[in-house]
């Protein structure tokens, strides 16, 4: 038992603290500085995390030093640190482009966003169902008041959508969890992987139930087809450092629905092996295919955005689904890369917006925008990223899922759809950059130069991060690979967090 495992946690939930005491007596200033310094700090531990289970060790902290599975359990693998660090790093740039004043447009941002990143820290560490809900429903109440910041109708109206699925989703949660520990005893996610296994037949239909709403509702975290309706609105109508940083959360859903298919419901489980597997890769290339339509005939850029991000769930989601050691590891590659691209082009989106004055990210001729040259290459370089386009991590990502679906028996429809979607996408972003950089109307006299104040920064470093993803894709693969294979050994999880107990 390390106390690195629990430090992840700590760290944000102090910062919250200490920002929601001194809330009335310091400074925005300080509450900045703070702010930046706690993700700092998270991307430094985060870097130590996967420092230290890099070897394959399994790091577990017990709450109370009550041994699992009767105590709270903390559980640090090769995938959790993966996890935590493309977070940290994600979070940094949202937080930077909010310090230039849309953190002041409503009340307490700072203490939200410290609390979404204890959320979403404490939903990759958790080892066990039950406080997976828990933190589930940490990062969501951070989330409503995020989505809510700044105010307006539209906003109001999307987030009122948004905030009315998750309570559902919760609700069918809860009833999922409580079902498993009537017929199991435990929520412990090791100790459920061997009691599964075991599962006497006539507790068969009621645990496949519990497996099928559980997929359930991490399809609805993911934004998988049919449930991902609530985002495109959310994610359009937000601020733009809210939706940049939300482009981590759907990745949760797909993180619960890859350790739940390779922990609980994997190889080992008997009877329940494979539960999700039928239901995963359809519903993944679907996903794919119905987000670049929506791309394609968005009307705004924001909203091009948000369906953009609902197609990165397919992608990510047909990697998991492949199930064999390439494509999970395909997946982990392309996870970083989808969410760092996605949410640089919610921060440039703003800036673009604010460069074409009244027409705004509307996809309708405007007159030229201030820093049109700039603000072009960066949209370019961002749209060959999305679109998977070589030479960047977009196509390396979807090269490396290609290859591993040679080998499964679905390969040719991945491998067609995954293709149909690259050039879905491409369509859609070459429709956009000519509407918004090259229909340009004449200026009519005596119009005022629109105020622009986003800054360009945030979005370049996320960018940077791609190109980093792109230069050290092989190391980074190696990671991924090990990762994947890793997940597909289960007992290895298992006998850390249980020890010798059978």
Known sequence: MTHLTIAPLLLPLFAGI?????RHLLGIGFRRAFSIA???????LATMLLQAVDGGDILTYALGNWPAPYGIVLVADRLAAWMLLITALLALFPLLHACRGEDVGGRHFHVLFQLQLFGLNGAFLTGDLFNLFVFFEVLLLASYGLILHGGGRARTKAGLHYVALNLAGSSLFLIAVGTLYGLFGTLNMADLAVKMAAVPAENLGPARAAGLLLFAVFALK???????????????????????LFAIMTKVGAYAILRVTTLIFGAQAGSMSGLIEPWLLPLALATLI??????????????????LVVASVGSLLTAFALGSAGGIAAGLYYLPHSTFAAAALFLLAERITQARGVIG?????????VGAPLLGGLFFVTAILLAGLPPLSGFIGKFLLLRAALTHPAGPWVMSLVLLGGLLGLIALARAGSLLFFRTLPEAPGTATPTVTAPLAPALGLLLLTLALTVAAGPLH???????????QPYHYIHAVLGGRP
Request: a negative charge; charged letters at 10%; zero cysteines.
């Open 478 to 488: 190696v990671i991924a690979g090990a990762t994947a294979e890793q997940l597909l």
């Open 361 to 369: 990210d509307r996809f309708e001729p405007a007159p030229a925008m």
């Open 290 to 307: 119905v987000g670049l339509l929506g791309a394609l005939a968005a009307r705004a850029l924001r909203e091009q955005a948000a369906y």
């Open 222 to 244: 993911a934004a998988l087809l049919p449930l991902y309706l609530w985002l495109p609105a959310a994610y359009a109508h937000t601020s733009a450092p809210v939706a940049a």
């Open 18 to 22: 200490v920002l929601l005491l001194t």
């Open 38 to 44: 706690a993700v700092l700090g998270q991307i430094g």
